[in-house]
């Protein structure tokens, strides 16, 4: 078995607003699918992200740091969160990546991940 990153990369701007059924739809589909990767014994981590608003990005240069606010690039899509799966294999990722609900208007990228211990 191996770990595998799935970070969920959304359209912002597309993203239903708090307090609306479709937001709630979008929060039911995340349930089942934690429930079934649960259930199937392969999840390890993952949660949402907060609005790309509320994040950083640091840099450090010649012993200096620079935090800017926000995304790192503010045309990107929007990060809103990540499972940590183990998988078999490269195809059973893609199948999980394929059943989670960023992958239906958005992009699910996987990376498989170095574990160094």
Known sequence: MAKY?????VDESKAPRPGTPELQQQIDAFARYLEE???AGVFLNGDPCQPSASG????????????????????SPWLNGY???????????????AKNPAAKGGTVEVHPILSLM
């Open 83 to 97: 499972f940590v799966l183990d998988c078999k294999d490269r195809e059973e990722a893609g199948r999980w990546a």
């Open 56 to 75: 950083f990005s640091v840099t450090a240069h010649d012993g200096q740091a620079k935090t800017t606010n926000g995304p790192m690039h503010p045309q």
């Open 5 to 9: 990153m799935f970070l969920q990369y």
């Open 37 to 39: 990767v649960q259930a």
